[in-house]
C-alpha cells in the first residue's frame, strides 16, 4: 500500500491561511470517510485535529479546517500562529490497513 | 482524562527479539480497539498493527506480517506489542494510541502515548 502523498513543507505567514493537500486513491481517501490529520510538534506524540475528513474534536479551535475532494483531502490553516509551527499528517483508512501520508512540515514565516 | 503509557523499548541486535507494553487509564479499555503506530527517526508515521476491543480480530501492515503480534490483557488495561526477527529498518519510536470505537473499521487514533525507542543495532 503506497503512503498518501502530501507536500514536503508549506509556510505562511502569521494570520494568513495555508491549505496543506493529502492526495490518495480510490481505495483509500476516495472509498471511505475516515481520513483524519494530526499535528506534531518536535519530540511529542501526534494529535488529532480533524477526523472524518472536516469534523473538529472538542477543544480544537476553529482556525483549523478539513475538506475532500475526489481522491484528495485538505487541512486550512487559517489565522496562522508561531505555535502551528509543526509536521502534518493525514492518515486514511484503506479497508483493514491504514495508509499515513508523508507528512508537510509547516514554517510560520 | 485518557492516558496511554508505553515501556520496553530499548536496542536490540538484528535478529532479535522485544516486547512492548502499553498501560492505559482513564477509559474503559476493553471497549475500544487499539493501535501501533512507529515513526522512524526524522521520518513519517507508519501503522503498524491493530486489535479489536475484544482481541479477535488483527491486521497487520505487510512490512511486519509474519513477525510482529499484537495482543492485548484486558484484565490489566494493557496493549502488547510482540516484535520478533528484528531488522534495522524496524529502528524507529513505537505509539500506541486508542480508537474511537470496539471495532478497527474506519474510525480515528485519539489520544496517543507518548512512544517509546526500538534501536534494532549491531
Known amino acids: 500500500q503506497s503512503a498518501l502523498t502530501q507536500p514536503p513543507s508549506a509556510s505562511g505567514s502569521p494570520g494568513q491561511s495555508v491549505t496543506i493537500s493529502c492526495a490518495g486513491t480510490?481505495?483509500?481517501?476516495?472509498?471511505?470517510?475516515?481520513v483524519s490529520w494530526y499535528q506534531q510538534h518536535p519530540g511529542t506524540a501526534p494529535k488529532l485535529l480533524i477526523r472524518?475528513?472536516?469534523q473538529r474534536p472538542s477543544g480544537i479551535p476553529d482556525r483549523f479546517s478539513g475538506s475532500k475532494s475526489g481522491n484528495t483531502a485538505s487541512l486550512t490553516v487559517s489565522g496562522l500562529q508561531a505555535d502551528d509551527e509543526a509536521d502534518y499528517y493525514c492518515?486514511?483508512?484503506?479497508?483493514?490497513?491504514?495508509?499515513f501520508g508523508g507528512g508537510t512540515k509547516l514554517t510560520v514565516l | 482524562q485518557f492516558h496511554l503509557v508505553e515501556s520496553g523499548g530499548g536496542v536490540v541486535q538484528p535478529g532479535g527479539s522485544l516486547r512492548l507494553s502499553c498501560a492505559a487509564s482513564g477509559f474503559t479499555f476493553n471497549n475500544f480497539a487499539m493501535h501501533w503506530v512507529r515513526q522512524a527517526p526524522g521520518k513519517g508515521l507508519e501503522w503498524v498493527a491493530d486489535?479489536?476491543?475484544?482481541?479477535?480480530?488483527?491486521y497487520y501492515a505487510e512490512s511486519v506480517e509474519g513477525r510482529f503480534t499484537i495482543s492485548r490483557d484486558n484484565t490489566k488495561n494493557t496493549l502488547y506489542l510482540q516484535m520478533n526477527s528484528l531488522r534495522p529498518e524496524d529502528t524507529a519510536v513505537y505509539y500506541c494510541?486508542?480508537?474511537?470505537?470496539?471495532?478497527?473499521?474506519?474510525?480515528?487514533?485519539?489520544?496517543w502515548g507518548q512512544g517509546t525507542l526500538v534501536t534494532v543495532s549491531s
Open positions: 480510490s481505495s483509500d481517501v476516495g472509498a471511505y470517510k475516515y
Open positions: 472524518e475528513f472536516s
Open positions: 494510541a486508542k480508537h474511537d470505537s470496539g471495532g478497527v473499521w474506519g474510525g480515528w487514533f485519539d489520544p
Open positions: 486489535m479489536t476491543s475484544d482481541g479477535t480480530t488483527k
Open positions: 492518515v486514511s483508512y484503506a479497508g483493514s490497513r491504514w495508509v
